[in-house]
């Protein structure tokens, strides 16, 4: 089966940006549509940013300008490069890999955002 592993999580001051990977193991990598989900405190898991097999990318409105959702095919890992951080991005960020036949999670990685 398919692992995704993320990585990249921590503690930043308000305005301080972070750089998330998810490292993604198999040979279908190009294949898969990744998106960036995250769960805050007391709050359901919201889809952050995704990015097709194919390279269209699309962003919740609450973070629209500040991050970035790219992926490295070659490399089998997808980023998300947060910037501008605020508190309310205080989450665990999850990693999610979909395909046409299989659909799979990374066990996230936590990111504070302190004010």
């Known amino acids: 089966q398919v692992q995704l592993v993320e990585s990249g999580g921590g503690l930043v001051q308000a305005g301080g940006s972070l750089r998330l990977s998810c490292a993604y193991s198999?040979?279908?990598?190009?294949?898969?549509?990744i998106g960036w989900y995250r769960q805050g405190p007391g709050k359901q898991r919201e889809l952050v940013a995704a990015i097709s097999n194919d390279g269209r990318t699309t962003y919740v409105d609450s973070v629209q300008g500040r991050f970035t959702i790219s992926r490295d095919n070659a490399k089998n890992t997808a980023y998300l490069q947060m910037s501008s951080l605020k508190p309310e991005d205080t989450a665990v960020y999850y990693c999610n890999a979909r395909t046409t036949w299989e659909e799979d999670w990374g066990q996230g990685t936590q990111v504070t955002v302190s004010s």
């Open positions: 198999g040979s279908t990598f190009s294949f898969a549509d």
